[in-house]
């Protein structure tokens, strides 16, 4: 039997809590597993710079050597101290840090897009308020009694059901038997889930959309529609791995990792939802429904769900019903009795993000030929031919998420977003700005529409060719040779104009994973479109924060879907999220979200033989015509 790992404990100065780090962790990563938040633009590789934390105290070898790499990225400590990179740095022993201002990770939400639209407000939850009888009051009645009978009044109904740990949470508040004025919120205008005394008119609830990378919850006002504030954060999941096969196979090898990456996401959605109450004045009891979707294999593990079959054929998940289920039965922490609405998974693929994003589209999505791309990690596409709905999904690897790319790092303050070569020759390029304007607006790497952007403003100007190659070091400047002569990056921002000092750039390898995430993408569609005998589209519907960056003529240019006019190409947001949020506040789109589930055929790619060939033929960077039209 192997030992177990030693552990130590790392204290923080400034606020004297106290992390448990197992040996050879590092640092940032054992700080996020016990909710310390410090702050990893790229997500923990090494590559931003932004998690410095200041040794205080520290014994001999209690933290492993700097590598070559955390040193390159190291400010000079103004006051000859030690800084250290936290997701570079192993602990090995007993130590104290100061988590400075600007690497403490900031919880208000960077830009995650969503639209605005206007919901018809018809919650699932809704708030009565009503006179209670006393206890002297004829013919004599016991208290539920009394509570039943006054509700179902107030609500035009014939009864009403308050179950005994309603009745129980409400008997523990002081002077609980004398009130003569109560507030029940009630699920489905029957079904009494919180009584509180007194009068209280608004009722809130949240809409969570997970992500692999990252994931967003949406504080709601239920009476009105309105979003009251929103909370982005990165998905903690991340240190068992940046996709979810990698997830998967940490679970496969020990069980007992599906508990712990459910509860490091509970916890952080909970930090998210209780900063976003205390930022509106909102108190936690007054948010009484919740609805989360996800791709399958973040739905399995919120609710508990071992997702190991989703890898492995035929990938089919363990429920494919949208979940109501109590609240506190995931562990989120909004009022006790409340139910939570978790949406329907299609295949071990394509779930309920997937679902909650159809829900935005409108009556035009079902009149001719349109194509719903959603690329992530993971690239889901649905087709709408004719009213008839199928789908199907890609392995696109995460350089869409800007992981595995030499400078890449997710969609966030600071991240090149869009690159183009000036009609002079020189390369440039735009930035997702700072909350704050005042802050340092240089870039500090490439997210994933910064890296489709660049390599389609290489083929366009002849730096990449169609088939992914760079062009000679003697065709531009900033072309960089390797030791053989040949060009093997592109450097897009010179050192001087980056907030790491170190040039940022595309290199052969990166472009590569282009080509291999979108000959996959482009691959599906391409069968897709075949099964369905469409030969023309309509128009492409791009969702989530990867499409809301990408400028249409770049995708196009290097053919990532299927050639159309430029003006049939729309980027609609986070429609995941969107989706998500109409449910919660529409009860009737929970139902419409089953009707799209039980409509919808999957197409595996796993099992065609022909995705192969049309891969390798869509590994050429160019706006290719459709296979299916030679």
Not at 329 to 336: M, N, Q, T
Request: hydrophobic share 45%; net charge neutral; glycine share 10%.
């Amino acid at each position: 039997m192997s030992k177990p790992a030693a552990l130590h404990h790392v204290s923080l100065s400034d606020d004297a809590r106290r992390i448990t780090v197992r040996d050879g962790e590092r640092l940032l990563f054992g700080a996020w597993r016990c909710g310390i938040g410090i702050k990893s633009i790229c997500g923990g590789r090494g590559k931003c710079g932004s998690c410095i934390v200041q040794v205080d105290t520290a014994g001999p070898g209690a933290l492993a050597a700097p590598s070559a790499a955390e040193t390159a990225l190291l400010p000079p400590h103004p006051q000859g101290g030690t800084y250290r990179l936290a997701c570079l740095c192993e602990v090995r022993g007993e130590l104290t840090i100061s988590i400075p201002p600007e690497s403490q990770a900031v919880r208000s939400a960077p830009r995650k897009p969503f639209t605005a639209t206007a919901v018809t407000a018809r919650p699932l939850a809704t708030r009565v308020t009503f006179a209670v009888d006393g206890p002297d009051a004829a013919p004599p009645r016991a208290l539920a009694t009394r509570i039943e009978q006054a509700a179902a009044a107030a609500l035009g109904t014939r009864a009403v059901e308050l179950p005994l740990p309603v009745l129980a949470d409400f008997s523990a508040v002081a002077g609980f038997d004398a009130m003569r004025e109560v507030t029940a919120t009630v699920l489905r205008d029957r079904h009494i889930v919180q009584l509180l005394p007194g009068r209280h008119a608004r009722t809130c609830g949240i809409a969570v959309d997970i992500g692999t990378t990252s994931f967003v919850v949406f504080l709601c006002d239920l009476t009105c529609g309105q979003i009251l504030t929103m909370r982005t954060a990165v998905n903690p999941q991340a240190i068992y791995g940046e996709d979810v096969i990698s997830r998967i196979t940490h679970i496969q090898q020990d069980g007992a990792l599906l508990g712990s990456m459910r509860q490091l996401l509970v916890d952080e959605i909970n930090r998210a939802l209780i900063e976003a109450c205390a930022e509106v004045g909102v108190p936690p009891a007054d948010v009484v429904d919740a609805v989360l979707v996800g791709n399958p294999t973040m739905q399995h593990i919120l609710l508990g769900l071992d997702p190991r079959s989703l890898g492995r054929t035929p990938y089919l998940p363990v429920r494919s019903e949208g979940v109501d289920i109590p609240a506190r039965d995931l562990g989120l922490a909004i009022a006790p009795q409340a139910q939570a609405y978790v949406f329907p998974m299609i295949s071990g693929y394509i779930g309920g993000d997937t679902l909650a994003a159809l829900l935005t589209r409108g009556a035009d999505f079902y009149r001719g030929s349109q194509l719903l791309v959603d690329v992530g990690t993971n690239g889901e596409v649905v087709l709408s031919h004719e009213g008839k709905l199928s789908a199907t999904s890609c392995a696109t690897g995460p350089v869409y998420e800007g992981a595995h790319i030499r400078c890449g790092m997710r969609a966030a303050p600071g991240a090149v977003e869009r690159v183009w070569v000036g009609a002079d020759g020189a390369i440039r390029w735009a930035a997702i700005g700072e909350p704050d304007a005042a802050g340092d607006k240089r870039p500090i790497g490439l997210c994933g529409s910064g890296v489709i952007s660049g390599v389609s403003a290489g083929v366009r100007a002849g730096l990449i060719g169609r088939d992914g190659a760079l062009a000679p070091p003697t065709t531009h400047a900033q072309l960089r040779a390797n030791s053989e002569g040949d060009s093997e990056e592109l450097v897009l921002v010179r050192a001087p104009y980056a907030r790491t000092a170190r040039d940022i750039v595309l290199t052969q390898q990166d472009i590569r994973a282009v080509q291999l995430g979108k000959a996959a993408l482009r691959a599906g569609i391409e069968i897709l479109l075949a099964e369905s005998g469409v030969t023309r589209l309509d128009r492409v519907y791009l969702a989530g924060a990867f499409g809301n960056h990408l400028q249409p003529e770049d995708i196009l240019e290097i053919g990532l879907v299927p050639p159309l006019p430029v003006q049939c190409v729309r980027s609609i947001g986070n429609a995941a999220g969107d989706g998500a949020r109409a449910a919660l506040l529409d009860r009737h789109q929970r139902r419409r979200a089953a009707q799209l589930a039980r409509r919808l055929s999957v197409l595996e790619l796993s099992f065609r033989g022909d995705f192969q060939d049309l891969f390798v033929r869509h590994t050429q960077l160019s706006p290719a015509p459709a296979a299916i039209l030679d």
